[in-house]
């Protein structure tokens, strides 16, 4: 189903659809991914819920009769490629809405997005991302047509310190507990930072300097003695893949005895299974149920998982299915735009405020019930917190606890 090709020094992976797309019946989709960049780790099975899904769609009778059309790009995580491919896309006059990925390229996108009036449904879930309207100070620009699917990253991190504040009075802990921001230099990782820094200060944490570690795997021996050293009882982990594997195999060498938690592109059996003996109750949230669970919704994502594995067995990582529902929400907003004035960006953008509580049809226990407003694109602000082991390479995952957090309105965009 899938051909790839060269685009310059560039891999683009282009998706090839059913041969009636040129009929005028059809909207395009433009989607970026991450297939051979720093965050290919997660950015591949994301980017394969996202294509099986638009290929589900067409295959069972498109958007009300509508075709999608659309082209899997690579960019590697390069934002000057993601704002050319965009670009190339706007040329196409039944482009109708994109999905994305990273945050550096997603915050690069905000203003053409509005410009365009082309709803972006991205895998970043920046806090920035979520200020339609430009109204709370820390709001660095609205963000009118952007939306994701699942908690922010700030409100993920809020939720998890919140987790550890009752995690150390549960363990009888004296004093106030030490919480350290473990990360890149670079806008994903640094994406909640700050915001998640001050709702840990009001929670009674005595908050470190941030500990900086590469986006690729390396030796972090020295940042783990600084984090041994510093007394970090919880530190929060905001990259993910190599990187979080090689954290954890180093900070295990050098004997810190920390609590990793970390950000929902940081928790998943593949990097546990590469960790190793270092997890140890390590804390993750997550925005849906993981492939064996027995919930109405994942009959829909194994039929989905077929378009591309016809076995139908092959396991899939819980970002796979985020995938699937950033694709299915599209759906339904799009479903509503044809409805009510046609599919065009606007319509889709309005599509997305007609539901409360809305769960994709068909994902009932898979998609978390979501609410976007106008004025308030944090579509979800449930966050499910689990924790993993390694156990020997029996790798157990258990739901620890699940946190609703306020819609707070100096939140709201940060």
Not at 214 to 230: E, V
Not at 317 to 332: A, D
Request: charged residues 20%; glycine residues 12%.
């Amino acid at each position: 189903m899938y051909k790839t090709l060269l685009l310059g020094s560039t891999l683009a992976g282009i998706t090839l659809v059913s041969a009636g797309v040129q009929a005028e019946d059809s909207v395009f989709v433009g989607h970026l991914a991450d297939m051979s960049g720093p965050t290919a780790f997660v950015g591949k099975p994301y980017a394969d819920g996202v294509r099986d899904a638009l290929a589900y769609i067409n295959a069972n009778g498109g958007i009300d009769g509508t075709t999608l059309e659309y082209e899997t790009i690579d960019y590697a995580y390069k934002v000057p490629q993601a704002i050319a491919s965009y670009k190339k896309w706007l040329s196409r006059e039944n482009m109708v809405a994109m999905q994305g990925w990273g945050t550096a390229d997603t915050e690069a996108l905000i203003s053409f997005a509005a410009k365009d009036e082309l709803p972006i449904f991205s895998a970043s879930y920046s806090g920035h991302l979520t200020d339609p309207q430009g109204k709370n100070p820390n709001t660095k620009k609205p963000a009118p047509y952007n939306f994701f699917y699942g908690a922010s990253y700030s409100d993920a991190c809020r939720g998890l310190v919140q987790w550890a504040a009752e995690d150390w009075q549960a363990k009888g802990g004296q004093g106030k507990p030490k919480f350290t921001h473990i990360g890149a230099n670079h806008p994903f990782p640094n994406a909640p930072k700050e915001a998640c820094a001050e709702y840990a200060t009001e929670l009674g944490f005595d908050v470190q300097p941030p500990v900086v570690i590469s986006m690729k795997p390396g030796d972090f021996k020295a940042q783990c003695l600084s984090l041994k050293s510093s007394g970090t009882n919880y530190g929060y982990i905001g990259n993910l893949g190599g990187s979080v594997q090689s954290l954890i195999k180093s900070c295990d060498t050098v004997g810190t005895d920390i609590q990793f938690m970390s950000n929902i592109w940081g928790g998943d059996k593949l990097v546990f299974q590469a960790a190793g003996e270092g997890v140890k109750n390590y804390i993750f949230p997550t925005m849906t149920p993981f492939w064996g669970d027995d919930v109405p919704g994942m009959a829909l994502v194994r039929e989905i998982s077929k378009m591309s594995d016809a076995s139908g067995q092959e396991p899939r990582l819980h970002h796979y299915i985020r995938g699937v529902c950033s694709t299915y929400f599209m759906k339904e907003s799009m479903e509503w735009a044809k409805a009510n004035g046609g599919i065009t960006g606007p319509n889709v953008k309005k599509g997305m405020y007609v539901q409360q509580n809305w769960v994709p049809k068909g994902l009932e226990g898979v998609c978390l019930a979501a609410t976007w407003s106008p004025e308030d694109h944090r579509g979800i602000n449930q966050v499910n917190i689990y924790k993993g082991n390694y156990n020997g390479g029996d790798i157990k995952v258990e739901k620890v606890n699940q946190v609703t957090l306020e819609r707070r309105v100096d939140w709201l965009g940060y």
